[in-house]
């Protein structure tokens, strides 16, 4: 398994937002990629996923071993935490771990409507989503915007393990707790 | 399969676990019968040939409210996308939202009906007929409605742009709607009853046919 760009160009209403762009991952690595606000980091993890279009390049990639960690989750309101649980793991069709829910300290609010949960647990539920759907290819956009330390550092041994299991991530972010990426790209400042 | 059943399953889930929204529903459209009825008071024989109509039309301006948010949550809040990357079809997710739509909205509207139509002096030998009219016109009001919410999907100000376009659309169905309880009422012909409804079921089997498609095509034009 990998991940092949070649070349890639983005643009959004005429402006170019990513200019050729070009790096290939094999599994067992890990891509940082920092930049600006509005240097482009989300078109491109949008791109690679095939959410998002692109005006030139190549993408190789096994889409459906593609998990998109967004800046939105996916989370409904008035569902309660157990019912989003269920849905996903019904939906990946693979039980979600109560010792993950415990350790982010979600287990008290299973019965919570999503509406009542903060940021952080928003980002830890999207964070069960993310153990619950078993892929390969992680493409993780700012995941530990709003969580505390304790949970900031689950994740970092979640990413080492995704790493040891021949997975592949691809992270944004501007915190510097990836300490020992593969591959770093700094998309810069926005023009 | 099993996928479109879950999100079929989870779309009823959130409509009715928020119940505010069908109860508004529900007394927004008695509202609008019973001020008719208040308004039209001491000419019962009006009521009772207009109440057709109004109930029509009473339950395509309630429809309307709920139109906006079809694909407003799921576009937003990220679900669309994580649908599309697990290979969820736009065509099939564009059916599963409108005939949930159909059921949380319309249904609960139909089943109240003849319990509304007592203040519009409603016939009894009507209400019959008008459950039919409306059971098999109003999945063309949600197959278009949610046609008209893709094309509004990725604008943050709309104001009156979708009502103004699919507004149009509804014509047909209020006209075989209303129209076949007219010949019932003023004329008793149930042949001619039976074409319009024929009619009715024909505007609504395309509707369902062709709007899931063409709300597929405008929610794809909104990702490229």
């Known amino acids: 398994m990998s991940v092949f760009v070649n070349n890639l160009s983005c643009s959004q209403s005429g402006i170019k937002i990513i200019s050729n762009i070009s790096f290939s991952l094999k599994t067992g690595e890990i891509l940082k990629i920092s930049g600006e606000n509005g240097s482009g980091k989300t078109t491109l993890l949008r791109a690679i996923s095939g959410l998002g279009s692109y005006n030139s390049g190549e993408i190789l990639i096994s889409k459906d071993q593609v998990f998109l960690l967004g800046h939105n989750s996916g989370i409904k309101q008035n569902l309660t935490v157990e019912e989003d649980l269920e849905f996903w793991s019904e939906f990946y069709q693979n039980k979600h771990d109560n010792e993950i829910l415990k350790k982010l300290g979600l287990s008290s609010k299973i019965h919570s409507q999503c509406r009542y949960l903060s940021q952080g647990q928003k980002q830890k539920l999207a964070l069960t989503r993310l153990f619950c759907a078993d892929k390969k290819i992680w493409l993780l956009d700012e995941p530990f915007s709003f969580l505390d330390e304790d949970s900031s550092n689950f994740l970092l041994s979640k990413i080492e393990d995704h790493r040891k299991n021949d997975g592949i991530t691809i992270i944004v972010s501007h915190q510097n707790l990836i300490k020992n990426p593969d591959l770093f790209i700094n998309l810069g400042v926005t023009e | ?224």
């Open chain 2, 1 to 224: 399969m099993r996928i479109y059943r879950l999100i079929f399953l989870r779309e009823l889930k959130k409509v009715f676990s928020y119940k505010a929204n069908y109860i508004f529903s529900l007394m927004f459209y008695s509202a609008i019968i019973f001020l008719v009825s208040i308004g039209l008071q001491g000419q019962n024989s009006v009521l009772t040939n207009v109440a057709p109509g109004l109930i029509w039309v009473a339950i395509i301006l309630v429809l309307f409210l709920s139109f906006e948010d079809i694909f407003h949550d799921d576009y937003y809040d990220g679900t669309l996308d994580i649908y599309l990357i697990e290979d969820i079809t736009f065509y099939g997710y564009a059916l599963i939202k409108s005939f949930s739509h159909w059921l949380a909205n319309c249904l609960p509207m139909i089943i109240v009906t003849p319990i509304i139509g007592i203040f519009v002096n409603l016939n009894s030998e009507i209400i019959i007929p008008m459950m039919v009219t409306l059971i098999i016109g109003t999945p063309a009001l949600s197959f278009i409605g949610c046609m008209g919410s893709s094309l509004i999907l990725s604008l943050k100000i709309h104001g009156l742009i979708m009502p103004i376009i699919i507004l149009p659309l509804f014509l047909p169905i209020l006209v075989f709607g209303v129209g076949a309880l007219d010949v019932l009422i003023f004329n008793g012909f149930e042949e001619l009853f039976l074409r319009q409804i024929a009619l009715l079921a024909g505007v609504s089997g395309l509707s369902i046919a062709f709007c899931p498609i063409a709300s597929a095509y405008i929610i794809k034009t909104n990702y490229d």
